[in-house]
């Protein structure tokens, strides 16, 4: 199984440029997250989606959007890149069903942006 | 909000040392709690889990319990490895939203 496939794994982007982080998990799951961890730091919550056509924001959307067209998609927008947007980003997704799986949080292998 | 709440690293410890990772959190409800581990350069895995209070979720000799009364769920191990090392995440999900501690990295010295 691919799981969670994040594309692309390595980014430069100059001050005002724009880009998509692509992810697509195969699992059927509903739910799909986009995190950032900056060095030294934890995971920050960037928007999530609990099924196709649902979004919403997370802890810091500023500067981002998503799109849920599908079960499987859930790409990520940068419209005008900043250098505080230079970070590691993870997308996740997750299960509600019931069993072992139930809540476990799957991640991609992450996507590391500068924005110079 | 919810929020986890977790030790600065980093931690370095001989290998065979007892280990404690000291996780708080605060939440409305009922959430459930993680610890997620993340080897150097790749995504975080679930290490082990506890969906409500006083369980307790093992894996690969690590444990921790769930404790409402002082909403803690606190990582140990008896001995660590070498092979441990690593940055360990303590978590919380509550209605579907998971938030993430801030990370503490773990050095084993052989």
């Known amino acids: 199984n691919a799981g969670v496939t994040q594309t692309p794994k390595f980014r430069i982007l100059k001050i005002g440029q724009s880009m998509t982080l692509q992810c697509t998990q195969d699992?059927?799951?509903?739910?799909m997250y986009w995190y950032r961890q900056d060095p030294g730091m934890g995971l920050k919550l960037i928007y999530y989606?609990?099924?196709?056509?649902?979004?919403d924001k997370g802890e810091v959307p500023n500067g981002y959007n998503v799109s849920r067209s599908t079960t499987e998609d859930f790409p990520l927008r940068l419209e005008l890149a900043a250098p505080s947007q230079t970070s590691v980003y993870f997308c996740?997704?997750?299960?509600?069903?019931?069993?072992?799986?139930?809540?476990?949080?799957?991640f991609g292998s992450g996507t590391q942006l500068s924005v110079l | 909000g919810d929020s986890v709440t977790q030790m600065e690293g980093p931690v370095t410890l001989s290998e065979e040392a007892f280990l404690t990772i000291n996780c708080t959190y605060t939440?409305?409800?009922?959430?459930?709690l993680f610890w997620y581990v993340q080897y150097p350069g790749e995504g975080l895995q679930l290490l082990l889990k506890?969906?409500?209070?006083?369980d307790k979720g093992s894996n690969k000799g690590f444990e921790a319990t769930y404790r409402k009364e002082t909403t803690s769920f606190h990582l140990e191990k008896g001995s660590v490895q070498v092979s441990d090392s690593a940055v360990y995440f303590c978590?919380?999900?509550?209605?579907?939203?998971?938030?993430f501690g801030s990370g503490t990295k773990l050095n084993v010295k052989p």
């Open positions: 996740a997704s997750s299960s509600t069903g019931q069993g072992p799986t139930n809540e476990k949080l799957f």
């Open positions: 699992m059927n799951h509903n739910y």
């Open positions: 989606s609990v099924g196709a056509g649902i979004t």
């Open positions: 939440a409305t409800g009922y959430p459930s």
């Open positions: 506890a969906t409500k209070a006083d």
């Open positions: 978590a919380l999900n509550n209605f579907n939203k998971f938030y």
